[in-house]
């Protein structure tokens, strides 16, 4: 990353403006996008400046699902039942501990309607749900479980209900139509039909505050060129997380440093160090997504076990809680145990991750054998097995929960796939903002002309993950960033 100054200018260092708007947005990726939207739906002159020559960034890369739920018309047409306060309940455990509570009610309270203004904007969807067990839907359905709401331990929290929310894809599916490509490309055609301004090739540098302290613009650079931007109402920052930034990697998150993985290479943490020069205050910058390089199809058939042989998440849940609880918790330590029976079913199940298939690394006629030569302490994955296979005869898993339908003894041959060090991620903390979207200041109040919505800010995850959050939160309070500032 650049070492160029971030402290903020004052307006009388800005000899004459190059370009001017009502709303100026840094980043046109999902928050970016929905904050333009909502700002120009407001009645706002808008102008986003990006970083690259085109718009999208990480979401338009993405699977493209977004997280949402309370009963949307999705929902329904599936025959799913789902209320706010499910919803809630269940964010909260999966999200927190730490959780920011007033975010969570307006997002599950906002939920439906969210669904409803995605739809208006022309984003389309399918009225089909995808059961199966994968970081995305391989086919053309638009309604998947994407947090483990149906496996323990949350399934006994609240009634299941999905939520993640996938814009129907072109079927067959090619790289470059994925749910993500989909959605981005439609709110981004919508932000143009609004009149919405895009700058291209322009890095965001420092902001520009008058003698009140106030946002009024922006100081940034086009090809070595120098750009003064002002912004007659508000700045809103939707420039990624720190994914990118060694330095912030290793000061805050330093278990994924270097390891960054469904993230692009402009989320190097400008927008957060910006407001930071102006007093910004910083919430949950230690959280990260971490995503498990293993087919989900492969992982619910066996047992995971860590590098002592013993087992600690149960197969079935959500891929990303695989992760985190793996690299947090079992020092990145994982191994898939399963025959060649459940091997061979996993292979040939519908995915949306062939290339996560991985061959056994070590195949045997006994789990003694299989032990031995993995490494593992003697004795401990025989037990591990033995235990596992005893409640397996009776279609239960009594120790961790995973479900019945995923339950069966382990027999012979048996194999063990390495998944060591087999993660990375992404960063979910950085900017404190209010329910409006407005850039907190380390005393607690707005700083007055700065909103900033998407990873840039540290959103509703304070520890775990689902996926659908950052396209969820992104377009949901990018949309109220740029309200508030047209309202200003």
């Keep these: 990353m650049s070492n160029s100054p971030v402290r903020p200018v004052s307006i009388w260092d800005i000899g004459s403006w190059d370009l001017e708007s009502d709303i100026v947005i840094a980043g046109f990726g999902i928050a970016g996008v929905s904050a333009a939207i909502g700002a120009a739906e407001s009645g706002a002159d808008v102008l986003v400046l990006e970083r690259t020559g085109g718009g999208g960034g990480a979401a338009a890369l993405s699977g493209g699902i977004v997280y949402l739920g309370g009963g949307t018309r999705l ?8 209320t706010p306060e499910n919803m809630k309940t269940f964010l909260a455990a999966a999200l927190g501990p730490g959780v920011d509570e007033a975010k969570l009610d307006v997002y599950c309270e906002g939920s439906v309607d969210h669904f409803d203004w995605l739809e208006s ?11 199966q067990p994968g970081w995305e839907c391989p086919e053309d359905d638009s309604l998947m479980y994407s947090g483990g709401e149906n496996a323990a331990p949350f399934s006994s929290l609240v009634d299941p209900a999905p939520r993640g929310h996938l814009a129907r894809v072109p079927m067959p599916r090619t790289g470059d139509q994925g749910a993500g490509h989909v959605l981005m490309t439609t709110l981004i055609a919508k932000a143009a039909d609004l009149g919405v301004r895009v700058e291209s090739d322009v890095r965001v540098q420092r902001l520009v505050v008058d003698d009140t302290g106030r946002v009024v613009g922006i100081v ?15 700045v809103v920052l939707a420039t990624g997380s720190f994914a990118y930034n060694d330095e ?4 805050y998150a330093p278990r994924l440093y270097q390891r960054p993985a469904a993230t692009v290479e402009e989320h190097d943490g400008r927008g957060i160090l910006m407001a930071q020069a102006l007093g910004a205050r910083l919430a949950h910058m230690d959280a990260c997504e971490v995503a498990f390089f293993c087919d989900p199809q492969l992982i619910a058939r066996g047992v995971l076990v860590n590098g002592r042989g013993q087992r600690y998440v149960a197969e079935d849940t959500y891929p990303g809680r695989v992760g985190q609880l793996t690299l947090y918790q079992n020092d990145n330590q994982a191994f898939l145990v399963l025959d060649e029976r459940a091997y ?12 996560l298939r991985h061959r056994p690394t070590w195949v ?4 003694a054998e299989l032990e031995s030569e993995m490494g593992l302490p003697a004795g401990a994955l025989t037990a591990t097995v033995e235990l596992y296979n005893e409640h397996a005869e009776q279609g239960t898993d009594p120790v961790l929960g995973k479900k019945p339908e995923w339950v069966r003894p382990i027999g012979s041959p048996i194999a063990a796939i390495d998944l060591r060090n087999m993660t990375g991620g992404f960063t979910l903390g950085g900017l404190q903002t209010s329910v409006h979207s407005e850039v907190l200041h380390v005393d607690g109040e707005p700083i007055r002309g700065l909103y900033a919505a998407g990873r840039c800010t ?4 304070a ?11 992104g377009s949901f309070f990018g949309r109220r960033a740029g309200i508030r500032a047209a309202a200003s």
């Excluded at 912030?248 to 000061?251: E, I, K």
């Design 220 to 234: 940034a650079q086009r090809f070595g060129d120098t750009l003064a931007v002002r912004a007659r109402r508000g």
């Design 364 to 367: 045997c006629e006994t789990v």
């Design 75 to 82: 929902q329904k047409a599936c025959g799913f039942d789902d």
């Design 458 to 461: 540290s959103g509703l995850s």
């Design 248 to 251: 912030m990697m290793q000061a």
């Design 463 to 473: 520890w775990g993950y689902c996926s659908g959050i950052s396209l969820g939160d």
């Design 344 to 355: 061979e079913e996993g292979m040939e199940a519908p995915s949306s991750s062939p290339q």
């Design 121 to 131: 904007c022309g984003v389309p969807y399918k009225e089909g749900f995808w059961s």
